[in-house]
């Protein structure tokens, strides 16, 4: 991932969401909305530079939205893994792309759809990597790798990096769960079809390829 430093003016860019507007085209509807508020900066006084980027891709690359009546528009997009969201430009202007039920974006040769994750009160964007029946999701987070306290006092640079974490869900009866870790979590809460495959085919329930394959192998039976 290109790394780029975050300068402060971007930091206290749109600090809350604005009024929604509504982009009707021949091509399909969806909705926006201000993006969300910046990016805090963890350092805070510390003077420290921060490197790294809050996007899966630092450019405007070419998207592709379906809404629910299954019309397609393309845009350029971004996204925005600190805050789970799709950033597009239109019209010679950024906006957030609202997360409403029944609209997937292509991007990245990654498929976003809305999310409702468990204790929270919003949807997000999550990439839906197996679709069917059993439904595997992947959700981007930022974590903050700050540098020493003493960086200064051993002449080292002081600087905080951006990385970009991500962690596995699961749809089971209409609810989006965190993918268990643990061994007993797994076998309390995924399809014994699914654990049973695992041994068959000899793939780990911790290897997000593995995962992936299982999940397909229980949807294609």
Do not use: C
């Not at 929604?20 to 510390?46: A, C, K, M, W, Y």
């Not at 994750?117 to 990597?129: D, M, R, S, T, Y």
């Not at 974590?143 to 600087?159: C, G, M, Q, V, Y």
């Not at 000899?202 to 992936?212: A, V």
């Amino acid at each position: 991932m290109k790394s780029v430093i975050l300068i402060v003016t971007f930091l206290f860019a749109n600090l809350i969401f604005g009024q929604i507007n509504h982009i009707n085209d021949e091509s399909g509807t969806f909705q926006i909305g201000n993006i969300d508020s910046p990016f805090l900066r963890v350092s805070n006084q510390s003077g420290n530079k921060i490197e790294g980027s809050i996007y899966l891709n630092d450019n405007w690359e070419q998207a592709i939205i379906i809404d629910e009546d299954l019309k397609k528009t393309t845009v350029l997009a971004k996204f925005n893994t600190y805050h789970s969201e799709i950033e597009i430009f239109k019209d010679n202007n950024s906006s957030s792309l609202l997360p409403v039920p029944g609209l997937n974006v292509t991007l990245n040769e990654k498929k976003f759809v809305p999310i409702l994750l468990e204790g929270k009160k919003k949807n997000i964007f999550g990439e839906i990597l197996v679709e069917g029946k059993n439904k595997l999701y992947k959700v981007y987070d930022v974590k903050i790798n700050k540098a020493p306290s003493d960086a200064r006092l051993l002449n080292i640079e002081s600087t905080d990096r951006v990385v970009i974490t991500s962690k596995l869900y699961y749809e089971k009866n209409g609810n989006i769960n965190d993918f268990p870790i643990s061994k007993k979590d797994i076998n309390e809460t995924i399809d014994s079809q699914i654990i049973k495959s695992a041994k068959t085919e000899r793939l780990s329930l911790k290897k997000e390829e593995d995962i992936i394959k299982l999940f397909k192998l229980a949807n294609s039976g």
